[in-house]
């Protein structure tokens, strides 16, 4: 995978206030996603496979209405994750994940794609780990799932609503940082304001790979290229699988970075 690895001992930190100040700019990457409706309708069309939709943090299912609805005018089944607010792993909410994803991949006889924004890609990958035989993919957007979980500049909004302490999680992000089983794609932005860019890289490994995008955290699910991106990852085949390549006027739009594997858990961020 091209790009440049990250070292582990460049502890990642959360995003300054700037970056926090152009998560404005969510409504203005709707309206360029609308805009660019006609280049979208040029895309491969989808072969009608499932996709499980996650939320992110303290966010409904209507949050992800556009995302649902440009996967459904690809041609692909988008389904709600229909647990009302993402207040966090509480007890019962992984379980009922599992369920759903269950329930959806009997209903259709295929496997289905999972897809998460935030907080809601580490249900995505969890569930992989859980029911590989049953998830074709999964797509995270913006999703913090390596480094220390106080990283970003919702932590303390996790901890309100999930009643969990980060400080306490040591184990927890151990395992949130092993990726599932199956082809596993990180879209995240460089420009984020809520989420380090850093925590949300893969490993290398032959089914991982990370796709940057110029993107706001608010609107990485509206945002046109995170969407081009997470298009073309539906449209391939769960035997064919390759990395996103950079390839023609992509280079211009899209980045990828890699990362060497973790020897050691990561230490707190720098204050």
Not at 16 to 34: K, Q
Not at 106 to 124: C, D, T
Not at 146 to 160: D, T
Request: glycine letters at 8%; aromatic letters at 8%.
């Amino acid at each position: 995978m091209p790009g440049h690895p990250v070292r582990d001992a460049d502890q990642p930190k959360a995003p300054n206030a700037l970056l926090m100040l152009l998560e404005g700019r969510a409504p203005w990457e709707l309206a360029a996603t609308l805009a660019a409706t006609p280049l979208f309708n040029r895309l491969p069309p989808g072969d009608g496979h499932p996709v499980l939709v996650f939320p992110g943090l303290s966010a409904p299912d209507v949050t992800t209405l556009p995302l649902r609805t440009f996967l459904r005018a690809r041609g692909y089944e988008p389904y709600e994750w229909e647990q009302g607010f993402n207040l966090g792993p509480r007890e019962g909410v992984l379980e009922r994940c599992r369920e759903r994803a269950s329930t959806i991949y009997q209903k259709h006889g295929e496997p289905v794609s999972l897809v998460g924004w935030s907080l809601g890609g580490v249900y995505a990958r969890e569930i992989a780990k859980e029911l590989p035989q049953q998830t074709r993919c999964v797509v995270t957007l913006g999703t913090p799932f390596s480094g220390h979980p106080r990283a970003n500049n919702a932590w303390r909004l996790y901890e309100m609503v999930s009643g969990h302490r980060l400080d306490e999680a040591d184990a927890l992000i151990d395992q949130v940082r092993k990726p599932p089983p199956v082809p596993t794609t990180s879209i995240y932005s460089r420009t984020d304001g809520v989420v380090s860019w850093r925590c949300s890289l893969n490993e290398d490994s032959p089914l991982t790979e990370n796709i940057g995008v110029h993107a706001s955290h608010l609107g990485l699910g509206m945002n046109p290229l995170a969407l081009y991106a997470l298009a073309d990852r539906l449209a391939q085949k769960p035997d064919e699988w390759k990395p996103f390549h950079l390839e023609g006027r992509r280079k211009w739009f899209f980045k990828t970075m890699s990362r060497a594997p973790v020897s050691a858990p990561l230490g707190k961020p720098a204050a």
